[in-house]
């Protein structure tokens, strides 16, 4: 049990430090902005994007994702 909960905690170190290192990269690109960034998503003017437009947004990016993960993933990162 001990091996399985710490393979757990190495696979979710592994990726947050390859989101990390992809934060980076995309700080230095010249054309990168967060406004841009955040309007892949979208739909409406409001300042947050709902579980519905993260959807849309990931659609356009041409993600084939399940709806439950989709939301298990903005669960995860929303913050309001």
Same mark, same amino acid.
């Given at each position: 049990?001990? /091996?399985? /909960? ?8 592994? @990726? ?9 990269? @995309?700080s230095y690109q ?18 947050? /994007? ?7 947004? @990931? ?9 439950s993960d989709i939301? @298990? ?8």
């Open positions: 049990m001990i /091996v399985i /909960v710490k393979d757990c905690f190495q696979e979710l170190f592994d @990726l947050e430090n390859i989101m990390e290192q992809h934060r980076k990269e @995309l010249r054309d990168f902005t967060l406004i841009a960034a955040f309007n892949t998503f979208a739909k409406s003017m409001q300042q947050r /994007v709902s579980l519905e437009e993260f959807s849309f947004g @990931l659609d356009r990016l041409d993600f084939a994702l399940l709806p939301k @298990l993933f903005f669960d995860r990162y929303d913050s309001d």
